[in-house]
């Protein structure tokens, strides 16, 4: 299994937008849930957002609905995140990942290796 990679990163004010992407090997995202975590310094994982190769279902942490969107491009092979009305507190490095089943089950096996977002004024 090739792992995902994710790109899109950087540095933006408190109230910026960013959109990370991520590539999946081929057929990813026809097959199996896929999501965005995130990592800030001093804190635990966090699951951010997942969305299942079914039906397009998507769940979001309490700390970002209604400024973060998942989508997905199944041609492309590609997952994004939508990051609007950005906080200083979702300053993290930001994974995306695979669930081995096509819902969102929490049992991610494949992980990328982060891209970096800092919320900073």
């Known amino acids: 299994q090739v792992l995902p990679v994710e790109s899109g990163g950087g540095l933006v004010q408190p109230g910026g937008s960013l959109r990370l992407s991520c590539i999946f090997s081929e057929d990813t995202l026809d097959y199996y849930a896929v999501a965005w975590f995130r990592q800030a310094p001093g804190k635990e994982r966090e699951g951010v957002s997942c969305?299942?190769?079914?039906?397009?279902?998507?769940k979001y942490s309490d700390s970002v609905k209604g400024r973060f969107t998942i989508s997905r491009d199944n041609a492309k092979n590609m997952l994004y995140l939508q990051m609007n009305d950005l906080k200083p507190e979702d300053t993290a490095v930001y994974h995306c990942?695979?669930?081995?089943?096509?819902?969102?089950?929490?049992?991610?096996?494949?992980w990328g290796r982060g891209t970096q977002v800092t919320v900073s004024p």
């Open positions: 969305i299942s190769s079914s039906d397009g279902s998507t």
């Open positions: 990942a695979r669930d081995p089943y096509y819902y969102c089950s929490g049992a991610f096996d494949f």
